[in-house]
């Protein structure tokens, strides 16, 4: 009888140790989120900064050439108050022409691009660099390459090309024309940092689509 007791006695012991042990992986779980939580406010105020800074500079560069403007006016040198204005409308028109290729032909050729088995990213990135290099605008405002050969032609040669097969994980078909465009395996559009939720910069990471250098969780 005493012994059962002594039995009984024992295994309710070693139930409530095992009740009192702790989840690890819950505890790892919350440091790592604790962690990731203050990079992210680290990063946030940085960010914030940053933008802040920027906007500050602009801000004074804006006025200096306002000031500048008006000075020159003031002196009936009207001219070189016109030119400053030009040359700020200039400034302007070229950003929007550049945001405007960066739309129309860097976005078809990833597109294009985004059909086809990469080995690597890197392997991407030098075949989206090599065929950019070789396109031009045609008179009709169109994107070609030097022999006149449109966008999606342009990628499908490429691919061919026996010189490019060390990009490719699987050699592109002897067909014409390339299959359409799906997304890149193994590319995944990442968010910015900033822009992450906690557990999608724990998904990330868990990925490794997101590596920390040194300490931010100070």
């Known amino acids: 009888m005493s012994e059962n007791i002594e039995n009984n006695t024992q295994v309710k012991e070693e139930t409530a140790n095992e009740t009192k042990q702790p989840d690890v992986k819950q505890m790892v779980d919350e440091e790592v989120s604790k962690a990731i939580s203050n990079i992210k406010l ?7 900064e940053r933008d802040e800074a920027l906007g500050q500079i602009e801000k004074i560069k804006v006025e ?20 400053i204005k030009l040359n700020e409308m200039n400034t302007k028109l070229e ?19 985004n059909s086809l ?34 966008i999606d032609e342009t990628v499908s040669n ?5 010189n490019n097969e060390f990009l490719f994980s699987v050699k592109a078909n002897m067909g014409s024309g390339i299959t359409p465009a799906k997304p890149s395996t193994g590319s995944t559009p990442v968010s910015s940092i900033k822009d992450m939720t906690t557990d999608e910069m724990l ?3 868990s990925k490794g689509q997101v590596k920390v250098a040194g300490d931010w969780s100070q």
């Open 117 to 150: 088995n990469f080995k690597s990213e890197k392997a991407a990135n030098m075949a989206y660099s090599d065929i950019v290099k070789s396109l031009k605008k045609d008179a009709l405002g169109n994107w070609v390459n030097e022999n006149g050969i449109s």
């Open 42 to 48: 680290n990063l946030d105020n940085a960010y914030k």
């Open 95 to 113: 950003a929007y022409e550049q945001k405007n290729t960066e739309l129309s032909r860097d976005n078809a050729v990833r597109t294009q691009l």
């Open 64 to 83: 200096k050439r306002q000031a500048e403007i008006s000075s020159l006016e003031q002196q009936g040198k009207h001219s070189e108050a016109m030119q």
């Open 158 to 162: 490429y691919a061919k090309d026996d």
């Open 203 to 205: 998904n990330a990471l």
